[in-house]
């Protein structure tokens, strides 16, 4: 986040780390990072999707068998699909309604749990011996927690300030979040005696702290929050492959509009289908993790972009870092750490989307070619 800061702070155009390393290290990169950008947007939709369904077990004991799950599974993402299909209003109306429930059932956990335990109630934590591999998990993990934030600056175009302001925004969130995940985690180890294999954690600290009542009010706050979460990605990722459709950097039928409800149609299609298989075909686990080693491939582009930034524009950036390029050598090297962790399927999926996108610049370069000669 601190070189995403850094390297924020040299544009104001719209478009996040596409744009940082597409102008920093050629079209192919760019594009490469669009198609990472892309899958991380539809893997985490989809472990949400998984989450709501665990959630959903809080009422529904049998949620979590094959033929409910498929049946929720279904239901949700198909109804947030029909919704956007038909007109952005809608879809924008659903979203905005979700939006501050996202932080309700942590706020609740973090301030009832403190309380609980200021009052010494604790019970004999279970210890588990840590691996190095365990720990590198457990920080794969992690990533996806707080990752997220380099959405926020793909419309940076529309900020007053972007240039000077993405710093700020970027070190509050880390701040706060840190503040609120840790006083989280600290409730949950202490509160529950093996959180480990716990589906439900924070249903089953509200459980313990406030009874029966307050874990199904924080179940139904999950609820809400992932279906919030994955009304906000319906409306927004369609978005995105549809503008670097009509940039010509995505293949052209993403930006395919509908002739009556002028919205890109193909693009939600897509994505709802995507987000269906994926939820479907894995685990919250599976899809976090997938999630965030997709994260981590331009996490490292960004922070490798910060040393040829600085080099090719002395001068030019509105926030610089200090000890920049310590962090940006760190980044890399974490970044290159974290995505030796991912199993089999999700190498093969990372490996098919790489591919996929080399495919699409080679079109594209073709394309271009074309035009230049014939002009």
């Known amino acids: 986040m601190a070189c995403f800061a850094e390297v924020a702070s040299y544009f104001d155009q719209a478009g996040g780390p596409y744009l940082y390393t597409r102008v920093t290290f050629g079209r192919l990169l760019g594009i490469q990072t669009g198609w990472m950008f892309w899958l991380v947007r539809v893997a985490a939709p989809a472990a949400n999707a998984n989450l709501f369904v665990t959630y959903a077990g809080e009422f529904w004991p049998r949620a979590s068998q094959p033929i409910p799950r498929l049946l929720i599974l279904t239901l949700l993402i198909g109804f947030l699909a029909h919704v956007n299909f038909r ?3 809608g879809g924008a109306h659903l979203s905005d309604i979700f939006t501050i429930a996202k932080l309700v059932p942590l706020l609740l956990v973090a301030a009832a749990g403190a309380i609980y335990l200021l009052a010494h109630h604790r ?3 279970v210890r588990v011996p840590a691996t190095t591999s365990s720990w590198l998990k457990a920080i794969l993990l992690l990533v996806f927690g707080y990752g997220g934030f380099e959405s926020a600056l793909a419309p940076m175009d529309e900020v007053k300030d972007p240039r000077r302001d993405a710093a700020f925004a970027l070190f509050t969130a880390l701040i706060t979040c840190t503040l609120l995940y840790s006083v989280i985690q600290w409730v949950v180890i202490e509160v529950l005696p093996d959180p480990a294999h716990s589906g439900r954690p924070l249903a089953d ?19 809400v929050s992932t279906y919030g979460n994955l009304s906000a990605n319906m409306l927004a990722v369609p978005r995105i492959t549809f503008a670097l459709a009509e940039s010509r950097d995505f293949p052209a039928v993403f930006a395919a509009v509908h002739p009556r409800f002028r919205t890109p149609y193909v693009s939600i299609l897509v994505f709802a289908v995507l987000t269906w298989l994926l939820a479907l ?17 331009y996490y490292g582009l ?11 524009k002395p001068g030019h950036a509105m926030f610089r870092l200090p000890g920049g390029a310590l962090f940006s050598l760190l980044g890399i090297g974490v970044c290159t750490v974290l995505i030796s962790q991912v199993n089999l399927s999700g190498s093969m999926i990372l490996l098919a989307t790489v591919l996929v996108a080399l495919f699409n610049w080679i079109l594209v370069r073709n394309r271009r070619t074309s035009e230049m000669s014939a002009g």
Request: with cysteine; proline share 0%; charged share 15%.
């Open 302 to 312: 960004v922070c490798a972009a910060l040393l040829v930034l600085r080099r090719r």
């Open 205 to 223: 600290v509200a459980r313990l702290v406030m009874g029966r009542g307050g874990a199904a009010l924080i179940a139904l706050g999950a609820l």
């Open 87 to 89: 007109g952005v209003r």
């Open 123 to 125: 019970i004999e934590v």
């Open 281 to 297: 075909l894995g685990n919250f686990a599976w899809n976090v993790t997938l999630s965030a080693v997709a994260r981590l491939f």
